[in-house]
């Protein structure tokens, strides 16, 4: 089922920090996991999966860390979500490795939903990272992350 989990979530605070740092300035995963009281470890693995899908790209030694791999304009909200989360539907159905329900034969909520989930994702596509920079830009830093 889609949601935003807690990995996506910290996902998305990791990219819009990236996207409030300097030009080619790389930042370090324990930075960022100290500024949003995110648990190292798991924050480390997230950035790891967003640079697998081509979002970061990461670099070793004393001056290196993540940096954005293009624009946080042209990273979307489904982007974010498949790199971390994986393939999402809507429906238990319509995930490739479920495609053989016992119900296909009789069915008739599969097509419709499958319409939805189009239209969700194709929605989730369209909305950039940037969205939520623009938001956050608002939030004053004292405000703590609760969980």
Known sequence: MIGITKQTD???LALTHLASAEDGCAVR???IAERY???ADMLAKILQRL???GLLVSSQG???GYVLARPVEEITIGAVLEAVEGAQALAHCLRSENADCE????CTIRDPLARI???VFTMLDAIPVSEL???IADVPLTIGITR
């Open 117 to 119: 989930n189009a239209q």
């Open 133 to 135: 920079s623009r938001e």
């Open 62 to 64: 004393r001056s290196g």
């Open 10 to 12: 910290y996902a998305l």
């Open 51 to 53: 640079a697998r899908a």
């Open 103 to 106: 119900q296909s034969k009789c």
């Open 37 to 39: 009281r995110i648990p």
């Open 29 to 31: 995963a324990r930075e």
